[in-house]
């Protein structure tokens, strides 16, 4: 579950991106911060209460480089004041929901036993936005497991059209009938 700093922070921000048209650019400055404060070593910096925050600023100030907003900058010396920097990759993840909610855009994650072409993505993804009424960004899951066949997952829906499923339900079948 989210932390209420987290979406406070999300919130903030998306407010903000949507008031001056920036959102496309905090949600690249955001990835890029969660890519930081996801490095282990940096992550192990950031928390280390025996460096200043000017230190841990001096740091993030020169693997941001100039790629940044002055926004961001702004973002992270006060995440580092407030010892919040490992809040930063659900601020990130947050924000992005807000963003493709903004654009009618909803998540389907896709699980096959093999890796699927453009092509057979550009078809699930067509039939899928046909079913929803909505743009679908795929997340693509393989899972040999499954044996063969498709998982789709939106939300809390689920549609499981694995042949380990239908052998799970076979076998279920077969016992039943022996009973």
């Known amino acids: 579950m989210a932390s209420s700093a987290a979406k406070r922070y999300a919130q903030a ?14 949600q690249s400055d955001l990835a890029l911060l969660a890519s930081l404060a996801r490095d282990a070593s940096i992550a192990t910096y950031l928390d280390n209460p025996s460096i200043t925050a000017e230190q841990k600023m001096a740091v993030l100030n020169s693997a941001l480089d100039n790629r940044v907003q002055p926004e961001t900058r702004n973002l992270a010396r006060i995440l580092i004041e407030r010892d919040r ?63 063969g066949g498709i998982i789709i997952r ?16 076979m076998r279920t079948r077969l016992v039943a009938g022996r009973a």
């Open 85 to 147: 920097t490992d809040a930063i990759p659900e601020i990130r993840d947050l924000f992005d929901a807000q963003v493709r909610a903004d654009r009618g855009i909803i998540i389907a994650n896709i699980t096959t036993a093999e890796p699927l072409t453009d092509a057979e993505q550009d078809v699930i993804r067509d039939r899928l936005a046909e079913m929803t009424g909505a743009k679908v960004q795929l997340a693509m899951h393989v899972d040999p497991d499954i044996i």
């Open 13 to 26: 921000l998306f407010s903000l991106g949507k008031e001056r048209n920036t959102l496309d650019a905090w």
């Open 154 to 169: 939106i939300g809390d829906q689920v549609i499981d059209g694995s042949v380990r499923n239908k052998l799970e339900k």
